[in-house]
Each structure stands twice: as C-alpha cells, then as structure tokens.
C-alpha cells in the first residue's frame, strides 16, 4: 500500500499541466480527540492519495489542520468522504477566492505534536470546549456592546495593516505573548466583561478561547472563520464592513484589502502606506512595510547595508552568507532598528 509521495514536484506540475483540469485550494481544521494520529494519517493519505488530493496537513492528538489542492471533479467524493468521519461531518470548508491550480504539488500528510505552532505547552485544558462561534452579524451587534472586549490574537505586523475598530492589538510577535498579556489586562474582569477574538481563518482564537474558559473567563465569543470567513458574509449579506484597512495573509499577496482605509505608514518615511515587503538582501529578507518611493529609492531594501550586499555579484552575496545560511529563517518579522517609523 502506498503511504508516501512517490512523484517529486517537478513531475506532479508536468501532470498537473498535462491533465488541464481545474482545482480548488481549500483549507479547513478541526480540534477534536484523536486517539491514534498516525492511523487518521495513513487513512488520510491513501483516500486522499486516490482522489489526486495535494496538499499539506498535520495531525495531532488535538486535531487536524489541512491546506489542499482537490480536483474540482473530485470535488463531491473528497467530501463524501470527509463527512464520513465522524468529527469531520459538515467541517466548514474555506474556498480560496483565487484559484491557483499549482498551489501545491504533493500530498504530505504529517504528525505532529500540535495543530498549529502556538507555544502552548498547557496540557491541562480541553481544546475542544471552546468559545461560542458568531457569525458577522452578531459579531457586529456583539463588538458595539459597552461591555465587550474585543481582542485580536494576530501578531503586530498582521494587526498593524488592518484591524477590526475598536479592536485591541496587542504589540507581540507570537500567539503566546498575546495569551498572556490578555489575561493580566481582563484579570479583574473574568466575569462581567464578554471577551471577543478575532484571527486570520480562526484557528487560533478557537484555541485561546478554550484557553481563556480553563482560566476563567465566563463570556467567550469568537469570530468564527475569522476576518477570511466575516469578509465574505458581509458582501453575502449586505452587512456592514467593520474591518480596517488589509487582511495580512501568508501567501505571496501578503495582504487582501477589505476597507479602503490605510491605516499604517511606510516604515521608512512615513507617510500613508500598507504594502508589505521582504528586504531584496537575500541574507536579511526582513518583513516590513514600504512606499513606492523607498522602494526605488532603496533598490527594495531595509538599510543603505543591505542595499550595499544586495548590490554585490550574487556569487559574492552568497560568500558572505556561507555559514549564516540560517539567518533568513531567524524569526525576524517586522522589527528592526532601522525601520524609523514603525510604531
Ligand atoms: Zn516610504
Ligand atoms: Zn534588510
């Protein structure tokens, strides 16, 4: 039986290509109990394998978190078959808006300890007693309230671009710090406050409202879907918009506008901008936000030194970064001493 890839990415794009055929990039996650990750895994892999499912999924005893390519004339079967495990039964599937037909090339289904990287080594509560999900609608009513917290659990470069009005945008780099800093802010407030999140797709806010409950906290809502899902509701309904600005999202778009406002600024002169790049040195690759202008006038880069290498023959760029080659994997994104107007 086979459990692994046996084309590389190479063969799988000419197959892709030859077949003509028009697929649909979906995602989709679940926290539930799984009693044997590595059986759900091979059980996975061989439907999915089938059915010319690609993609990349985790499993863990927490749960299962998929990004996938499926055959729209597959599209039935695949989920046929979803619905027929149990705790999958009617999983709300997220559609990408745009379609790529090459968004993946393999199908790699793995184990791993958590769903998501979230730093959480809190074994003692239950991820699936989780915070009540509202659609936008409610969600709207709900963040008028006087009583309501309303919170984003993104990262600051992810909020600093676009964010709910009102919302609280804790300054932090990792999922972690935001948990932490939440609940030293609301300690007094566990049971007369509604507390509201908000992420990107709504994988993380499902985690830190079972979170949030285990420590507490009577009134827990989240946006479910999150800003991806409250964006295509209000167009569906005609609601209105009470997002900011741009949805960062981490593909090579980096952000989809949902408002006309720009509600940050180029961090290297400042004025009105919500474009996101990484730094042209290879070496540095340093997420920040950047004007037309600076770009130019930057040759695409963070500093006069990074403009400096990036300006050297790429044989001699990469001497310089023998031995470093892990620098550009350092968790670097968006801060730096060279970036005068970021906040
Ligand atoms: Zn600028
Ligand atoms: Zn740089």
Do not use: Y
């Given at each position: 039986m086979q459990l692994y890839n046996t084309l590389s990415a190479k063969e799988r794009e000419q197959l892709i290509e030859e077949a003509g055929k028009d697929r649909l990039t979906i995602s989709f996650y679940k926290y539930a109990h799984i009693g044997n990750p590595e059986i759900l895994r091979n059980h996975l892999f061989i439907a999915w394998n089938e059915m010319d499912v690609l993609g990349r999924i985790y499993v863990a005893y927490e749960g299962v978190n998929a990004q996938l390519s499926v055959p729209a004339e597959n599209f039935e079967t695949f989920k046929t078959h979803l619905d027929s495990i149990t705790f999958l039964e009617n999983v709300r599937l997220n559609i990408a808006v745009e379609q790529d037909?090459?968004?993946?090339?393999k199908l790699k289904v793995k184990v791993r300890n958590?769903?998501?990287?979230?730093?959480?080594?809190?074994?003692?509560?239950?991820?699936?007693?989780k915070g009540v999900h509202v659609g936008a609608e409610r969600f709207n009513e709900l963040i008028e309230d006087p009583d309501t917290v309303l919170v984003d659990m993104r990262n600051h470069y992810e909020s600093e671009i676009g964010h709910f009005k009102n919302a609280v945008t804790?300054?932090?780099?990792t999922f972690r710090d935001s948990l932490d800093i939440i609940e030293e802010d609301l300690k007094e407030h566990k049971e007369d406050k509604k507390l509201v999140m908000y992420c990107t797709g709504g994988i993380r806010c499902e985690k830190a409202s079972a979170y949030y409950k285990h420590k507490g906290f009577k009134n827990v809502f989240q946006l479910e879907g999150g800003i991806i899902e409250y964006t295509r509701q209000v167009k569906a309904e005609g609601l209105e918009n009470k997002f900011l600005g741009k949805n960062f999202v981490?593909?090579?778009?980096?952000g989809e506008r949902?408002?006309?406002?720009?509600?940050?600024?180029?961090?290297?002169?400042?004025?009105?901008c919500d474009t996101h790049v990484n730094c042209a040195n290879e070496a540095c690759h340093l997420l920040f936000i950047q004007c037309e202008d600076c770009a130019k006038a930057m040759d695409n880069c963070c500093s006069t030194e990074c403009q400096d290498v990036h300006a050297l023959p790429y044989e001699e760029q990469k001497r310089l970064r023998k031995g470093k080659h892990a620098s550009n994997k350092i968790f670097k994104k968006g801060r730096s001493e060279v970036l005068k107007y970021k906040k």
């Open positions: 037909n090459k968004s993946f090339l958590k769903i998501v990287a979230d730093g959480l080594n809190d074994d003692t509560f239950d991820v699936t007693d804790p300054d932090v780099d981490f593909d090579h778009r980096r949902i408002s006309e406002d720009v509600i940050s600024s180029c961090h290297q002169c400042g004025k009105p």
